[in-house]
């Protein structure tokens, strides 16, 4: 069973950065690709960052994607927020799959809200 958990969720002040964290359990050798996504209130998720197993990345504009040696994460960062940035983040990954449509990824997390404050 693959098991995909998000971390560093939680409340920003406009013009602040966030780092969020994906780990996926039995992922010991990086087999699989990563995506970030957001969905704000009736909505459809969206594409905000994705970083394939073999280094090539593709990303929206003030996000980054970076895989995290010392944690063992992909983490997805955004610099300059503001409060259109406030949305539940999911992370999701898949063997093969790599892009930006939502629905061929295989496993997601369960969100975590991001809340960024004026």
């Known amino acids: 069973q693959v098991q995909v958990v998000e971390s560093g969720g939680g409340s920003a002040q406009a013009g602040d950065s966030v780092r969020l964290s994906c780990a996926v359990s039995g992922d010991t050798k990086n087999s699989f690709n990563v995506a970030w996504f957001r969905q704000f209130a009736g909505k459809e998720r969206e594409f905000v960052a994705a970083?394939?197993?073999s280094g090539v990345s593709s990303v929206k504009e003030r996000a980054t994607i970076s895989r995290d040696n010392a944690k063992n994460t992909v983490d997805l960062q955004i610099t300059s927020l503001n409060v259109e940035d406030t949305a539940v983040y999911y992370c999701a990954v898949d063997r093969i799959f790599f892009g930006s449509d939502a629905s061929r990824y295989d496993y997601w997390g369960q969100g975590i809200q991001v809340t960024v404050s004026s």
């Open positions: 970083l394939a197993r």
